[in-house]
């Protein structure tokens, strides 16, 4: 009787095994026949529209745009913020040198190394970035107005370089409501279309309506950028993408 009892247990085995090494085939082979296959980073397109429909569902909390430009653009700001497991959020108000509330945006973000989206409003246009640490694909009415890379060439939809824009590598000391000390330039150029079209000033910590303090080692007002030569209407889309992302992603660091 123990030689039939093991001998079943011996054909037992030698399935689980024999069965075990298919597996693995199988699964290197399906590896290899994939493996140019990348996941996806970031939010699907029908995400991306709901979105950008959530932002724009609130442009009638704002002032016309009709009455501004991107020279008007101030790094002030009333927002509210979240943080999770499966990441950080902030969203809000820009306003205009003037006071008025201009800008609506909300700002995803998930990863170790950081990537996401930021949604933009006014009452006359929209803005989507999907950025990663390599680069940061802008979106104009919803349409591709280029790329900007991390080394700060900026490219056409077609791929084509038509500019660089570089952020100074910066870093900073904070407290709950204002900033201590900035390593790093505190200023950087955009040059476009073959001219240098404006000088960008590193943006404080996006600050809340509500706090004040000084501004150590950075400049004390708000201004986003001095631009040096009329601009024209392809350039105005990206003075005020450049001018979005110095306030809304490097001017709020959810790491405070």
């Not at 791929?159 to 900035?182: D, Q, Y």
Request: aromatic share 16%; hydrophobic share 40%; charged share 20%.
């Amino acid at each position: 009787m123990f030689f039939p009892f093991f001998g079943f247990f011996f054909f037992i085995f030698i399935g689980l095994v024999a069965g075990s090494v298919i597996l693995i085939i199988w699964l290197v082979n399906n590896f290899r026949s994939n493996s140019n296959y990348q996941a996806p980073v970031n939010t699907a397109p029908n995400e991306r529209f709901q979105m950008m429909d959530a932002v724009r569902n609130k442009r009638h909390l704002l002032s016309p745009w009709n009455n501004y430009s991107s020279a008007d653009l101030r790094s002030w700001g009333s927002y509210s913020y979240s943080r999770s497991m499966g990441g950080n959020s902030v969203a809000g108000k820009l306003y205009a040198k003037d006071g008025s509330p201009v800008i609506i945006f909300k700002r995803n973000e998930r990863g170790f190394h950081p990537a996401g989206e930021i949604a933009v409003c006014s009452s006359a246009f929209e803005y989507y970035f999907i950025y990663s640490t390599t680069k940061i694909s802008v979106y104009f009415k919803r349409e591709p107005l280029g790329e900007l890379h991390a080394n700060g060439k900026i490219l056409s939809p077609e791929g084509r370089e038509i500019g660089s824009c570089k952020h100074p590598e910066n870093s900073g000391l904070t407290t709950a409501n204002f900033v201590e000390f900035n390593s790093g330039d505190k200023r950087y150029t955009l040059d476009l279309y073959g001219r240098t079209l404006a000088t960008f000033y590193v943006c404080p910590k996006l600050a809340n309506m509500r706090e004040g303090g000084p501004r150590l080692n950075q400049r004390n007002d708000t201004q986003v950028f001095d631009l040096h030569y009329a601009a024209t209407v392809e350039e105005e889309k990206w003075l005020i993408a450049l001018a979005l992302l110095g306030i809304v992603l490097h001017g709020y660091w959810f790491g405070d």
